[in-house]
């Protein structure tokens, strides 16, 4: 079983969706570097792509035809300029031209060349799709992918792709291996394990630098959501509510930038009530942006941003635990337990429902604090089964294909519950569980496996029906 490290879990993103618009990205990313290999960018004529199933359900929600278009154009999401993408795309579909890989242009006709086929589904994964490339001299270069949950993208030859497979030290591949290691090596934090592990990809220092860049990226998302007002893009008329929760809580404080904000919400008045609506506001702010293809941090999926954040942000805000070093063991051992899930189960609601994405991410912020809070191995692994057991059967029922309706308000929820999961497990002998973690991996695998289809990520079921709202 293949290593992976804790940063392709947790990771810089774009909203709305990680399957449904970073995915598509990667795949077009990927194509492009294909024909490049294979042949030239400069003797491309036509590019064809087309979707399959969830990609195409949701896709115009979820912004998987943005995604396919400005990923085929050579653009960057890390990098590019998110208030220009709706100018972007409109000059696609007015000028009917795409920039191939940013090397050449070629014409582009929206609904010709890219295709949204919501009757038919790829056998491989639910998220599929298929690029094409016709060149000038006649020949087609065809290659089919699949996104297959957090960004990460396959084919039916490779699980993974255009990744060097790497064996760490210690292999993690189940909480088991956790243990182990941690008694036979005498490692006192699951994060120092992980330390360790992770120098099978870039140096201790590279690590601690990684991680402190990605909580400037969660404490950037979450100022800018909580002072943004007005309503949320797609047609559900969503209002943004961060803000003005935000500025209940603070009254009449000022601030002029991030960091004075910050200040601010550690001075706030703390209370049980103001604690939990901090806890809420956080997570609306992050997924708020995530829902108006703001950059967000995966983790492990952008339906799911709004948790490791909000939970993050609370440990830094309300509780002594305020250390670098306390956010890059945070972040270490958040990004493990995330692991485990992608390797043993799934982290794609198309796959498994939101059980995969809010009850992942939630498991994975439950370890995360206990972790700081000073909890042992046992305790870490045993907050992240609390988190997870009680969002096992969690469906995914976006209504108009939105990342918004339920999406948004379960964030917070899952955020509450690691917080919840974490004080259990900190107050409770490990060793007297009787559901481990990788048995409750297990189970929400195997409810993935048995719950409808109508309730994953495909808006055909719960309270995408319910509320009779057709797709946009």
Not at 52 to 81: P, Q, R, V, W, Y
Not at 161 to 167: A, F, M, N, S
């Amino acid at each position: 079983m293949e290593s992976i490290s804790v940063f392709e879990i947790i990771k810089v993103g774009i909203g709305p969706s990680s399957s449904h618009t970073m995915g598509p990205w990667n795949a077009a990313t990927s194509f492009i570097n294909l024909v490049s290999r294979e042949k030239s960018v400069q003797e491309v004529r036509e590019v064809f792509v087309e979707f399959f199933g969830s990609l195409a359900k949701t896709g115009i929600g979820h912004g998987t035809d943005i995604a396919g278009m400005l990923g085929l154009s050579g653009e960057d999401f890390k990098t590019i300029n998110t208030s220009k993408i709706d100018e972007k795309v409109e000059q696609i579909k007015r000028e009917q031209l795409l920039n191939f890989g940013g090397q050449k242009m070629i014409p582009f006709i929206y609904g010709h060349h890219l295709i949204l086929n919501r009757e038919k589904s790829l056998d491989f994964h639910p998220n599929g799709m298929i690029f094409r490339a016709v060149f000038e001299d006649g020949t087609e270069l065809t290659q089919d992918y699949y996104s297959v949950g957090g960004g990460f993208i396959a084919t039916q030859e490779k699980n993974s792709i255009e990744k060097d497979c790497v064996r760490t030290l210690y292999p993690c591949h189940h909480g088991a291996d956790v243990l182990k290691y941690c008694e036979k090596f005498g490692f006192k934090k699951m994060s120092d394990l992980i330390f360790v592990n992770e120098e099978s990809w870039r140096s201790r220092e590279e690590t601690k630098k990684e991680a402190l860049l990605i909580w400037q990226q969660i404490k950037e998302c979450i100022y800018k959501g909580v002072n943004k007002e007005g309503v949320l893009p797609g047609g559900l008329n969503v209002s943004r509510r961060a803000a003005g929760i935000n500025r209940k809580l603070l009254g009449d404080k000022i601030y002029k930038n991030r960091d004075e904000w910050f200040q601010q919400v550690v001075d706030a008045e703390e209370n049980f009530t103001n604690i939990n609506k901090w806890i809420a506001c956080f997570a609306l702010a992050v997924n708020e942006e995530n829902a108006s293809f703001g950059r967000i941090i995966t983790a492990p999926t952008n339906g799911a941003s709004g948790v490791i954040p909000a939970v993050l942000m609370y440990s830094q805000a309300f509780t002594p635990f305020t250390s670098e070093d306390d956010i890059i063991r945070f972040l270490l051992v958040a990004g493990e337990i995330g692991t485990l899930f992608k390797k043993n189960a799934t982290i794609s609601a198309a796959m498994g429902g939101c059980q995969a994405e809010v009850g992942v991410s939630s498991a994975m912020a439950a370890a995360g604090l206990t972790e700081i809070l000073g909890g042992n191995v046992g305790q870490v692994l045993m907050a992240a089964e609390i988190a997870m057991e009680h969002h096992l059967g969690l469906t995914c029922d976006p209504i108009k294909g939105l990342v918004q309706i339920p999406c948004i308000e379960r964030n917070t929820m899952g955020a509450i519950k690691a917080i919840t999961a974490a004080n259990i497990a900190l107050e409770s002998d490990p060793t007297k569980a009787r559901v481990s973690l990788d048995e409750v991996i297990q189970t929400m695998w195997e409810t993935a496996l048995s719950m409808s289809d109508r309730f994953k990520e495909t808006s055909e079921g719960g309270l995408a029906i319910a509320v009779n709202v057709s797709e946009c």
